[in-house]
């Protein structure tokens, strides 16, 4: 059972220019959390979102963040007009149900450089 | 809302030598309690996580934790760790009542081993 998955790994984007990361659940995985490290610092929740739906984006930036998750086909965390202060690991983990004590499984994340 | 905080943020030790890494948290709702470790340029693993019964729960690798109520702990002890126990270590808190993981980290611990 692969684990979960996310491309690229490093991405380098030019102030103003947009960023697709992209992560594929455990199989059977129903539940992805989108997270976000800056440099030096732990990491913080960004978004919660089932199949189709976002249930809890509390921690998105209210512009230029937006997140997905289709029927088919990997979660998106989209970021349009990159600044540097975007630079950041941004982490997906996902888990076979909701609760609280359930284990999140992480990605090795993408690593997102602005130029 | 919860909080995390980890009082050292690196902790050198040498070889076989024992090690605490110190995790204190605030919430004003029960809480599950975990701890990640991170190695370099990979994604998070959950070590352990704490979620009711045994105050004292154990990893496969050696690592142990205490959650400690009274004093709204949860620190990680190896009686002797290894060179490859070298990595960042997170501890991360989530609400009980919370309906989801959405998991809140402290700031990080990086442990050093040196031989």
């Known amino acids: 059972n692969a684990g979960v998955m996310q491309n690229p790994r490093h991405l380098v984007r030019r102030r103003g220019q947009e960023a697709r990361l992209r992560c594929s659940p455990m199989k059977g995985h129903s539940h992805v959390y989108w997270y976000r490290q800056l440099p030096e610092e732990g990491l913080k929740f960004m978004v919660y979102?089932?199949?189709?739906?976002?249930?809890?984006e509390s921690g998105m930036p209210k512009e230029r963040f937006s997140a997905e998750f289709p029927k088919e086909g990997p979660s998106i965390l989209r970021i349009q007009q990159v600044v540097r202060g975007d630079s950041a690991a941004y982490f997906c983990?996902?888990?076979?149900?909701?609760?609280?004590?359930?284990?999140?499984?992480f990605g090795p994340g993408t690593r997102l450089t602005v130029l | 809302a919860q909080s995390v905080t980890q009082l050292d943020s690196q902790v050198p030790v040498f070889e076989e030598a024992p090690v605490e890494l110190r995790c204190n948290y605030s919430s004003s709702v029960s809480v599950y309690l975990f701890w990640y470790v991170q190695y370099p340029n990979q994604g998070l693993q959950l070590l352990l996580k704490y979620l009711s019964g045994s105050t004292l729960v154990e990893s496969i690798n050696g690592f142990e934790a205490e959650f400690n109520k009274s004093q709204t702990s949860f620190h990680l002890r190896k009686p002797s760790v290894h060179i490859s126990d070298t990595a960042e270590y997170f501890c991360a808190v989530s609400a009980r009542s919370g309906g989801y993981n959405k998991l809140i980290f402290g700031a990080g611990t990086r442990l050093a081993v040196h031989p």
């Open positions: 983990a996902s888990s076979p149900s909701p609760g609280s004590e359930d284990t999140q499984y």
């Open positions: 979102l089932q199949k189709e739906n976002i249930i809890d």
